[in-house]
């Protein structure tokens, strides 16, 4: 059976200088010169906790971090001399997520923040023009769900293939307002899309503390 990992960690360690700077050296260049190009001091947090999960990813499927690095037609990087790992990356509020998988896959991470749905453009765009009346019918706390869930399945599936949904039909809302994409990390929404077939398992979510694996001397 093929195997998706899929790992998120809390960044907020990395706010001590001293791990951030180990951090640095654990993951591959391209990323270290991504989080040093950006301004914000919790972005690069951000940056750098997904770019060690996605050493820990490279480490399980024997991918040196100092492959090359290549990047698609989107901007999607990709390792050319190891056709069989992909992976995908994902970050929000003091969170990071990397999912890798054999074959393609996407993934999306939001910190719920009920406030996002004052925006009615952005609630629009996720939700589709059809399917708003069904929305603004549901309760509130199922409109909370419906919303992240609809928007963490596009950016993921644009992630995967390219591909971004106009709008969600009135029975994919409901689905999404069940609470499957909120377990695995509190108060946020998580989307992991594969182009594995519908009969295979869901993916084994892993928490990971980075201040234990930055302690330790392996990679």
């Known amino acids: 059976m093929e195997i ?3 790992e998120f960690a809390d960044v907020s360690p990395l706010a001590d200088d001293g791990l951030f700077a180990r951090a640095m050296e654990r993951v591959p260049g391209w990323r270290r010169a991504k989080v040093r190009r950006l301004r914000r001091p919790e972005s690069r947090r951000l940056s750098l906790g997904a770019s060690l999960l996605l050493a820990r990813a490279m480490k399980a499927a024997d991918v040196p971090l100092d492959a090359e690095i290549a990047f698609d037609t989107r901007g999607k990087p990709f390792y ?5 790992f992909r992976f995908s990356l994902s970050h929000s509020g003091e969170r990071a997520l990397c999912a890798s998988s054999p074959r393609e896959v996407g993934c999306d991470i939001q910190k719920v923040d009920p406030s996002r749905l004052k925006n009615r453009r952005l609630v629009a765009r996720a939700i589709g ?32 293939d ?3 949904p106009s709008g969600h039909s009135p029975e994919t809302l ?5 609470e499957g994409f909120f377990c695995a990390i509190p108060g946020h929404c998580l989307v992991v899309c594969t182009a594995f077939s519908d009969d295979e398992p869901a993916p084994d979510v892993r928490e990971v503390d980075l201040r234990k694996i930055l302690r330790s001397r392996k990679r």
């Not at 050319?80 to 069989?84: A, I, K, L, Y």
């Not at 509130?140 to 963490?152: C, L, N, S």
Request: glycine share 8%.
């Open 4 to 6: 998706l990992l899929t």
């Open 80 to 84: 050319p001399d190891f056709p069989g």
């Open 129 to 160: 023009a059809e399917s708003l009346p069904f929305f603004d019918g549901m309760d509130e706390e199922r409109r909370v769900r419906a919303f992240f869930a609809a928007w963490g399945m596009d950016e993921a599936l644009f992630k995967l």
């Open 162 to 164: 390219g591909t971004r």
């Open 174 to 178: 409901a689905e999404f307002s069940d």
